[in-house]
């Protein structure tokens, strides 16, 4: 066990004395994260991720104003008015993507609901097939359900003791009682969010997936000292030594594993102070999910050790997983707006697991729960990923 | 203990794939000498010496370290011995000092029993003054004795040297082969591989010679000339194509082997005084000039030449 520790101590000796270290480890994907941050949606907007919904009111009853304050105080749909557009207009940008759906009010709607009639009704603009919509839907059917529930309530409340409690006054008492509900529900929000053009969902997805990139870019330096060691016939003369090849690999596996957690843990403070991404929201999934992903990520750059024969090698193996399992598991572009055969032949990359297993946490608003699957998943690949290099090692050295 | 062999190799084979790189190799070397193995490149030198480290398990055979079996008592076997391996096998990122700390903590050394032995081999190898230097800033020849002084540091009975002096200057090499003799001083046996005659002629008390995976001839530097009766070696070269005047000098009285490598003809004779008139004599019948001769006593490239009728260099 100490020599396992005195291996890897070596390493980061090593690591923290090369400057292409420093440049990959904290660097590039601070860079890159406002780099591609801006190019999703820029920095210039809040930080709402909520579902864009276009609001066009013909109405002007106070129940439809109700009606509007319930739309405005959801924590799913923002609401984006503009009075100089027409329901044409709604209709393009919903139609163009800038919109996950759009209602328009008709004229005479707050009557009818008072009179309880079912005339008229909202109109919803959507793309029926989006995964938005089923968001957009549920949250539209429970405020309206809401305030219809508070309209009924009031008129059989006044019916039974109108001066002790008028209608107003019953609906208002309704209205506010929905705010603190017998029971609590947590709601999740639709992966569309993905396509909103707003900086906080565009860093929620970038942040995570600059950080899952580099962390694989920044093996070629730790798979580098493998291949040097092997090169120059180090590991020959360490083995030659009693420690076995066993504490060898765990040795250079444990010196990666510290290496990339420390870049996650910076960038992950980094993500939360600065660019407000919310990965402490939950933060025993953050780190569950940090933690597997780091591991994971350290057992391929121990296999590209073992397997290269060369520095080239090492550079050409450690490039082509960090484009292709970044590209293939939604580091640059999410998995959602890929369609869904893409987006079940992307979870053959590890990458797309930690970004389900980050994104459930902040972009998502899942709980704990949700970043099991995705952490299984990563320690699954890091064991596949260990035994193959330990393989490699065992056959390469009885050569 | 004392009487024991410090190595003693059992008819050691080892094959990759259809390459027989040892085959059959038996040898034995007392405590406190030192043995070298000559051979050109590819001769098996380097597959023997992984074999008796346990780097590589041979196929059959077997080699005892200070009575260590290589094959059921490979801890035994590292415990004694140091091995020099031909490359740097150094952290170059590291300071000689942080070198050395670290090998000797993966030989078990640990604390203060570290530091200290950490400073002896400092001192034994000249480098205390600049240990806190990076070993990539240092010259070829001071890597080399951070890489012998890795090898002391566990004060081994056994130490494996695998061409020690491949690519270094003639300070630095003649360096080494002092300190090879020092290790001896100190009691400490020596296997020590290379390709350069000379230094096995200068350090060996014994010498192994090996070619296409074979030891093919044992023993100390004077029963080894002896193998050639005395034979002197001349090498020639002649102002036009020696395939010409081959064949006549081979007919020559007292010319025993004749072969051509490189534009030179290589004559194995028993008297060089003898057979040099009749050589020059042989060329003016066939209109040539002999351009140089270098006449050699009898020594182990010669040994070579005679067992394998090629040079050692090749």
Redesign the interface.
Known sequence: MIRILDIAFKDLLQLMRDFKTFMFLLLMPILFTFLFGYAFGGFGGNSDSRLPVGYLSQDNHWVTDSLHDLFSESDLISLRENVFLSPADLEQQVANGDLAAAIIVPHGYGRDVLKNRTDLRLIVIADTSSTAWTSVEAELLRITSRLDGAVRTATIIERIDSERMPFHYAFEKTLDAWNDPPIAVTETKSPAVAKVSDSGAALAHTAPGMILQFAIAGLLTAAQIIVTERKTRTLQRLLTTSTRRIDVALGHFLAIFLLLFTQFAILIVFGQVILKVDYFRVPEATVLVAVSAALCISALGLLIGFAAQSEEQAITFSLIPMFVFSGLGGAWVPLEVTGATFHAIGHVSPVAWGMDGFENIVARGLGFESVLLPSAALLGYALLFFSLAVWRLYASEEK | MENLPAIEVLSLHKA?GENRAVQGVSFEVGQGEIFSLLGPNGAGKTTTI?ML?????PDDGDARIMGHSIRSDG?GV??A?G?V???????E??TAR?NLS??G????LRGSALKKRVDEVLDIIGLRERANERVGKYSGGMKRRVNIG?ALLHKPKVIYMDEPTVGIDPQSRRNILDSVVALKDQGMTVLYTTHYMEEAQELSDQIGIMDHGQMIANGTHDELVKLVGGQTRIDLTVNAEPQRILGAWQSVEGVEQASVEDEKISLLVADSNLVLPHLFEAATRQSMRITSVDIREPNLEAVFLHLTGRALRD
Do not use: H, T
Not at chain 2, 85 to 91: E, F, G, M, N, S
Not at chain 2, 105 to 108: D, P
């Open positions: 990759f992984s480290s346990c780097l590589l398990r801890n590292k415990s011995l091995v391996p031909q490359d740097i096998a150094l952290y990122d590291l942080e670290f090998w903590k993966m030989y078990g890795v």
